[in-house]
């Protein structure tokens, strides 16, 4: 299986808003509305920012927030903070019952 | 709340098997299904395989030769297995939890710290 394809890399000013997107096909996001997002900071593990799609868990900042449409998902990012520089990964469940995740993306706060 | 924690040799020599046990505290090992993910220093995420309570397995295709997942229920933990290893399996591995509700499968969440393993002679 092929890792989801994500942007190497995306910067913004602080207080500026971004998003990220997250490719797939119709055997992973395009058929199920299960991606999701995590953050992850040097040599930390990976924190759930969003599940299924949209879903923020209880204690995740709404600053973020996802979306999906076709085979792609999106999570955004508004009124970006220093602390929101990290690197971001999508993951998706597939219909082999795995699941696959994106190369990453680097968030730069400027 | 669920705590994962891994534990394992750091270092394994090159064509020998890799070795790890994910300890769960806060709840059942039956009550869940388990997975193990790894990250190569300045890469990406790979997921490995999931262990569901039953037993069974599912793997990632590209390592399924390789890899073999187990649960203890004594001991409320389970375990990874990658044989014939090479410097390219050298990586920061995770277990984690893969969380399921009455619809299916939703997310992976929580993770363990990770451990980093090194694939040297």
């Known amino acids: 299986q092929s890792a989801l394809t994500q942007p190497a890399s995306v910067s913004g000013s602080s207080g500026q808003s971004i998003t990220i997107s997250c490719t797939g096909t119709?055997?992973?996001?395009?058929?199920?509305?299960?991606v999701s997002w995590y953050q992850q900071h040097p040599d930390k593990a990976p924190k759930l920012l969003i599940y299924e799609s949209s879903q923020r868990p209880s204690g995740v900042s709404n600053h973020f927030s996802g979306s999906r449409s076709g085979n792609t998902a999106s999570l955004t990012i508004s009124g970006l903070q220093a602390e929101d520089e990290a690197d971001y990964y999508c993951c998706s469940y597939t219909t082999s019952s795995t699941v696959i995740f994106g190369g990453g993306t680097k968030l730069t706060v400027l | 709340q669920v705590q994962l924690q891994e534990s394992g040799p750091g270092l394994v020599k090159p064509s020998e098997t890799l070795s790890l046990t994910c300890s769960v505290s806060?709840?059942?090992?039956?009550?869940?299904?388990w997975s193990w993910i790894r990250q190569p220093a300045g890469k990406g995420l790979e997921w490995i395989g999931r262990?569901?309570?039953?037993?069974?397995?599912k793997y990632n295709p590209s390592l399924k030769s390789r890899v073999t997942m187990s649960v203890d229920t004594s001991k409320n933990q389970f375990s990874l297995k990658l044989n014939s290893v090479t410097a390219a399996d050298t990586a920061v591995y995770y277990c984690a939890r893969d969380f399921y509700d009455v619809s299916g499968w939703r997310t992976v969440e929580p993770w363990g710290q990770g451990t980093l393993v090194t694939v040297s002679s």
């Open positions: 806060g709840g059942s090992i039956s009550s869940y299904h």
């Open positions: 262990v569901y309570n039953s037993g069974t397995t």
């Open positions: 119709s055997s992973d996001i395009g058929n199920y509305n299960l």
